[in-house]
């Protein structure tokens, strides 16, 4: 039994560094925190694994949220999704894992929460596009780029969570 952990602790690092290490930009939307879920959303990464990089409660200005979404600058609902993610403090998250930006897209559930699987954060604690509760980044590369655009130097912290040979053989 010794042996095996052993051999977890002196390999892990390998075995880390030859797998896709990724970062999400997670972030509770106001409606999240208004309605105190914001334990309940963060508990769900944490249990499955993922590594908690920064966090941070934030009064986001009307330009950084048009630098976020400005891909989505020419849809009709543009100005609505700006003055509902400006209307009161949200959660500013990033997360490192393998493979963490697909799976916190499944851990999240479809953009709208009516069509979203139970289990799934909006399947389970919403009914509504325009109050969909959580953001994740769609990409590896928007993942950097987000966690770039809300989280200063300093912010974000390194670690070895004390689980990290208990999670990966
Ligand atoms: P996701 O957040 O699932 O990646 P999108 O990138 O398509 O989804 O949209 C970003 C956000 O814009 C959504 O999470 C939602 O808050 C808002 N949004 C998208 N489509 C609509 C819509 N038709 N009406 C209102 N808000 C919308």
Redesign the pocket.
Same mark, same amino acid.
């Given at each position: 039994k010794n042996r095996n952990l052993n051999k977890t602790h002196i390999f892990l690092p390998h075995l880390v560094a030859s797998m896709e290490v990724e970062e999400s930009y997670i972030m509770i =939307?106001p409606d999240g925190v208004q309605r105190g879920l914001v334990g309940e959303i963060i508990s769900r990464f944490e249990k499955k694994g993922f590594k908690l990089k920064g966090l941070k409660l934030f009064q986001c200005p009307q330009d950084l949220a048009e630098e976020h979404?400005k *891909? %989505?600058s020419s =849809?009709p609902?543009f100005p609505? %999704?700006i003055s509902?993610i400006t209307s009161g403090p949200v959660v500013c998250m990033a997360w490192e894992g393998v493979g963490v930006v697909a799976s916190a897209?499944k851990l999240?559930g479809? !953009?709208n929460p009516l069509q979203a699987e139970p289990g799934t954060i909006r399947g389970d604690l919403a009914v509504q !596009?325009?109050r969909?509760v959580v953001?994740?980044s *769609?990409s590896p590369e928007n993942g950097q780029r987000e966690i770039a655009l809300w989280f200063k130097e300093g912010e974000l912290a390194d670690w070895t969570p004390a689980q990290a040979p208990w999670l990966v053989e």
């Amino acid at each position: 039994k010794n042996r095996n952990l052993n051999k977890t602790h002196i390999f892990l690092p390998h075995l880390v560094a030859s797998m896709e290490v990724e970062e999400s930009y997670i972030m509770i =939307k106001p409606d999240g925190v208004q309605r105190g879920l914001v334990g309940e959303i963060i508990s769900r990464f944490e249990k499955k694994g993922f590594k908690l990089k920064g966090l941070k409660l934030f009064q986001c200005p009307q330009d950084l949220a048009e630098e976020h979404y400005k *891909d %989505l600058s020419s =849809k009709p609902f543009f100005p609505k %999704l700006i003055s509902y993610i400006t209307s009161g403090p949200v959660v500013c998250m990033a997360w490192e894992g393998v493979g963490v930006v697909a799976s916190a897209r499944k851990l999240i559930g479809a !953009t709208n929460p009516l069509q979203a699987e139970p289990g799934t954060i909006r399947g389970d604690l919403a009914v509504q !596009t325009g109050r969909n509760v959580v953001h994740g980044s *769609d990409s590896p590369e928007n993942g950097q780029r987000e966690i770039a655009l809300w989280f200063k130097e300093g912010e974000l912290a390194d670690w070895t969570p004390a689980q990290a040979p208990w999670l990966v053989e």
